[in-house]
């Protein structure tokens, strides 16, 4: 018997250094109480009724809380915390009364001004299950036993948490990975592409645009598109744009480049008018980075393009991550505004990955939510992920927005965004970025529908 106590002992101290190195890999544990996940705690107030929430995640010995809602705590033990009944059960623990709870008597509280009468708590967990935290709903009285569906709703919100916990990771992964290979590279062959190569590339008209279609899921068609740049150098090939829009930014001709893009876009707009008279030209969506964002005037000078070229605003969408409104919400706010009086889409890219996505949608006047393909292509490993997409989806129809799903490649995820009432999708099944002849093409199809992506496709399309 002292053996396999032993063995158990020993398996469990494994588990926990796993539990704690996922929690390391995350970063959390090493910043201040953040406002993306304020957001999220206090949605969760709002919908339960609550009188405190608390988001908190667990090391050693402590619960160190990342966002509350109601009174403030900072952190607490981890003996006989909420924390460790989670972590014990493995799963949510619902407790509508905490007098009839037998096991109540063990859980320490960390409340001072309310006494807590009935509380649930959800894990938030690492992308391989492991729990790093929780969140917690607290209520001054007893609850009726919490639904179903209310259960689904808590755990949802806490996967949302876990969805940004684990691209934490892996910005803090890949940063680390890529530094180490631009060292690397610096060391062998010197820095490229330099501001005279990228300038050279403007002047010599190297930059070209692709188009992926965005598709009306239950149909098929073509409703939109989203304008992609590519280069096309000389002597390398086709060039991504990650390999020379960070240096673009750092060397401030991303201001260039992005005027000579949306100028761009305007022309093709009009040619497609011009080849496919009496039908309108989809939206065609253009990212704009935080240079181009912040930048001076910038409604002005979408309003004059927009003029000079004849397009209507009806038919440009201006995409924007949430990195580019952060540094100055105030402002961000202001130019969105002006943007949204010229009538143009406005578009949250990559929604779900910032650091404060929910606040955000709370306060700044976007039409359209793109979830991002990190979120989309996880859909088929299991329930978690299909229950953050459902979460979004679900978020952006309450406050009257569209949602667009990015990175679509195999047919279960498609069928999958249908079941959950996503409208607009993006992707490789449908379409990788084509150049815009292959577009005009498709444009061409009757009713711009795209052949069925479970039948096998022709060279045509």
Known sequence: MAQVELV????????????????????????????????ITRLAAEYFKADTVLLGFGDESRVWIKSSWGEPVRELPRKHSIFERVLAEDGPVVVPNVEDDAEFSRVRLPLRR????????APVRSGDGKILGTLTIFS?????????????????????????LELRRLRKAYSGHR???????????????????????LDQRQFVLYYQPEVELATRRIIGMEALIRW???????????????????????????????????????????????????????????????????????????????????????EMTESSLIP?????????????????????DDFGTGYSSLNHLHTLPFDVLKIDRSFV?????????????????????????????????????YNLLRQLGCRVGQGFLFSRPVPA????????????ILPDPARPQTAAT
Do not use: Y
Request: net charge negative.
């Open 114 to 121: 309310i006494e807590a009468q009935s509380f649930a708590s």
């Open 140 to 164: 001054c009285q007893p609850r009726r036993p919490m639904a179903i569906t209310e259960l689904h709703t808590l755990e949802s919100l806490a996967e949302i948490v876990a969805g940004q």
């Open 8 to 39: 158990a002992g020993k398996a469990g101290m494994h588990q926990e250094e796993a539990r704690l190195e996922a929690l390391a890999a995350t970063g959390i544990l090493d910043t201040a109480p953040e406002a993306n996940f304020d957001a």
């Open 179 to 201: 530094g180490r290979l631009e060292r690397n590279a610096e060391r062998v062959t010197g820095i490229w592409p330099r501001k005279s190569d990228l300038r050279e590339a």
């Open 377 to 413: 292509m996880r859909m088929d490993e299991g329930k978690q992920p299909q229950q953050i997409v459902r979460t979004i989806v679900e978020l952006a129809r309450t406050m009257g927005m569209d949602v667009v799903a990015e990175g679509i490649e195999t047919s279960e995820q």
């Open 437 to 448: 002849e292959a577009m005009s093409a498709m444009l061409r199809l009757p009713g711009r």
């Open 232 to 318: 096309q150098h000389p002597d390398r090939g086709l060039i991504p744009p990650m390999d020379f829009i960070p240096i673009a930014e750092e060397t401030g001709l991303i201001l260039q480049i992005g005027d000579w893009g949306l100028s761009e876009v305007c022309q093709q707009i009009q040619q497609w008018r011009d080849e496919n008279p009496g039908r309108p030209a989809p939206r065609v969506c253009v990212n704009l980075s935080a240079r181009q964002f912040s930048r001076e005037g910038l409604a002005d000078h979408v309003e004059a393009l927009l003029r000079r070229t004849g397009v209507s605003s009806q038919q440009i969408g201006l």
């Open 328 to 348: 100055d919400p105030g402002t961000a706010l202001e130019v969105l505004t002006s943007l949204r009086r010229l009538g143009v889409s406005l578009l949250m």
